[in-house]
C-alpha cells in the first residue's frame, strides 16, 4: 500500500465547479483504479486504466473524467454533472488488471 | 455485470470466539476473489485471497473457502481479537474488474 499517495486528504468544493483528484504512484504499476465509496456501501468503480493513454469506464463513471498521460498518474476530475458528488474516493494501483490491487489513503470530497 | 453480495451487515462478537463473513457472486466467470480489511477512515488492506482453481486457503487465524459450483465464498476468523474490529469487503473479478461486497462490520467485544 504504501507508494500510492492521494491529495489531498480533504477537499471541499461549491456546488457547480469542477475538482480534480491527484492519484500518484511509484509502484512501477500498469493498472491503475478509482473508485467512490458511500456509507454503509461497497467500493463502486468509476474508471480503470490498463496501461498509459489508456482507459475505460467503470460502473458509475458519468459525471466523471480522467486521464492517464503519465504511469505514474490518474487524476480524476469531478465534473459539475456529477449530481451527488460528496463521498470517499479511492485510487488503487496494480502490475496488471490480474493481479492485487493495492489502495492510496483516500480523498474525502465534500460539495455544498 | 457481476452482482457480489455480502451477509451480514454488522457482526458482533465476543474476543475469541470465531466470526465469519459469506459472500454470493452472480457471474460464473469470476475466477479471483479477494477479502479487504478497512478500518476507519483509512485505506482498504487485502487481508487474503483466493482464486478459482482452490477450494480453500489459509494464514494463521483467517481463511477463505470458495464453492464455485453454489457460486458463494466464505471469510472465516477465528480467535477473534479487538484489533480484528473493522469492516470487511469481499469482491470478485470479472473481465478485469473488481466488484465489491456492501461490506460487514465487525465489533469485536472484550
Known amino acids: 500500500d504504501g507508494g500510492i499517495t492521494q491529495s489531498p486528504k480533504y477537499l471541499f468544493r461549491k456546488e457547480g465547479q469542477n475538482v480534480t483528484l491527484s492519484c500518484e504512484q511509484n509502484l512501477n504499476h500498469d493498472a491503475m483504479y478509482w473508485y467512490r465509496q458511500d456509507p454503509g456501501q461497497g467500493l463502486r468503480l468509476i474508471y480503470y486504466?490498463?496501461?498509459?493513454?489508456?482507459?475505460q469506464k467503470g460502473d458509475i463513471a458519468e459525471g466523471y473524467s480522467v486521464s492517464r498521460e503519465k504511469k505514474e498518474s490518474f487524476p480524476l476530475t469531478v465534473t459539475s454533472a456529477q449530481k451527488n458528488p460528496t463521498a470517499f474516493y479511492l485510487c488503487?494501483?496494480?502490475?496488471?488488471?490480474?493481479?492485487?490491487?493495492?489502495f492510496g489513503p483516500g480523498t474525502r470530497l465534500t460539495v455544498t | 455485470g457481476e452482482n457480489v453480495e455480502q451477509h451480514p451487515s454488522t457482526l458482533s462478537v465476543q474476543e475469541g470466539d470465531s466470526a465469519v463473513i459469506k459472500c454470493t457472486y452472480s457471474d460464473s466467470a469470476s475466477n479471483y476473489f479477494p477479502w479487504y480489511k478497512q478500518e476507519l477512515g483509512k485505506r482498504p488492506q487485502l487481508i487474503i485471497d483466493?482464486?478459482?482453481?482452490?477450494g480453500e486457503k489459509k494464514d494463521q487465524r483467517i481463511a477463505v473457502t470458495l464453492n464455485k459450483t453454489a457460486k458463494h465464498f466464505s471469510l472465516h476468523i477465528t480467535e477473534t481479537q479487538p484489533e480484528d474490529s473493522a469492516v470487511y469487503f469481499c469482491?470478485?473479478?470479472?473481465?478485469?474488474?473488481?466488484?465489491f461486497g456492501a461490506g460487514t462490520t465487525v465489533t469485536v467485544r472484550a
Open positions: 488503487a494501483s496494480s502490475i496488471e488488471t490480474s493481479s492485487e490491487q493495492y
Open positions: 486504466s490498463q496501461i498509459v493513454n489508456d482507459f
Open positions: 483466493i482464486r478459482s482453481n482452490v
Open positions: 469482491a470478485a473479478r470479472s473481465d478485469y474488474k473488481l466488484s
